[in-house]
């Protein structure tokens, strides 16, 4: 399928591509366009009235979750972090702002939109495996700082 969003994506619009294509849609492509722009045929994230957008306090990666039933709990603190990175809401997590300034980089690293979604990837994977084992200690009782050592 093909997906479409704003130009020049940021940390919510970088996560949800890397969701959508990890998650739903392994073989999505995406397109950019203008604020309010459209693409006929392909489905809308990230924008204004897009179904996987902005709703009730979440941000679109969170949306993406809902819609596809996706209750990994990895993902589910991803998306905490990622709403709190773009939304800015330091208060959310103590990772926002350092990811928010991460994908802020991002964007002067390429003019290129799709050179950034794959710059973001590998961010995104290894935020993703460390939340993945950060869940599996908290499941054995315990979870251990980068040291190794339980806290």
Known sequence: MRYYTR???H???CAS???L?????PKADFAFVEEGGQLPGAIPFDMSGAELGHRRGRCT???ILAKHKLKDPALLEM????RSADLLDADETLEGPGIDLLFRGLLHLSQDDHTVLTL????????YAALQERSAAGRRGARRE?????R
């Open 7 to 9: 130009r020049r994506p």
């Open 11 to 13: 940390v919510d619009r």
């Open 17 to 19: 591509a890397w969701l």
């Open 21 to 25: 294509k990890r998650f739903v849609d």
């Open 61 to 63: 990666f969170e949306a």
């Open 79 to 82: 998306g905490r972090i990622i």
């Open 120 to 127: 973001a990837e590998p961010i995104l994977d290894a935020l």
């Open 146 to 150: 980068p040291s190794g050592q339980t």
